[in-house]
């Protein structure tokens, strides 16, 4: 199959569902769920990151692609490093390709991918 548009499509082999905080605004912690068929099976990253939007590019029945954006000059400012990061399910379980950055404070781990 091809690129997906769309991370959360319920009937896929494996999908995605972005969730954050009530009262949410760009820069709010969020935490990506997996579902394999409908079910769920866990977390994408155990940490809550911010800025994290689907990845089409790399998203099909089986996988899903996410896009992981380190700010720069603003939280709302496009000129952010982003890494992409795709999870595919491998026939029993989800494989990780990338690696998410990790913010803490001020200070920045990069990802392993940048797109």
Not at 83 to 110: L, N
Request: aromatic share 8%; net charge neutral; charged share 15%.
């Amino acid at each position: 199959m091809g690129a997906r548009t769309t991370v959360n499509d319920i009937c896929s082999t494996l999908s995605a569902y972005l969730i954050t905080i009530e009262g949410a605004t760009a820069g709010s912690p969020m935490q990506v769920l997996l579902f394999h068929r409908g079910s769920y099976i866990g977390t994408a990253d155990p940490r809550w990151n911010s800025f994290i939007s689907p990845d089409p590019n790399h998203t099909t029945d089986d996988s899903v692609g996410l896009r992981y954006m380190i700010p720069r000059s603003c939280n709302a400012c496009p000129d952010g490093t982003f890494y992409c990061v795709q999870f595919h399910w491998d026939g029993s379980k989800v494989q990780m390709a990338g690696r998410p950055p990790e913010v803490s404070g001020t200070t920045v781990t990069p990802g392993s991918t940048k797109c």
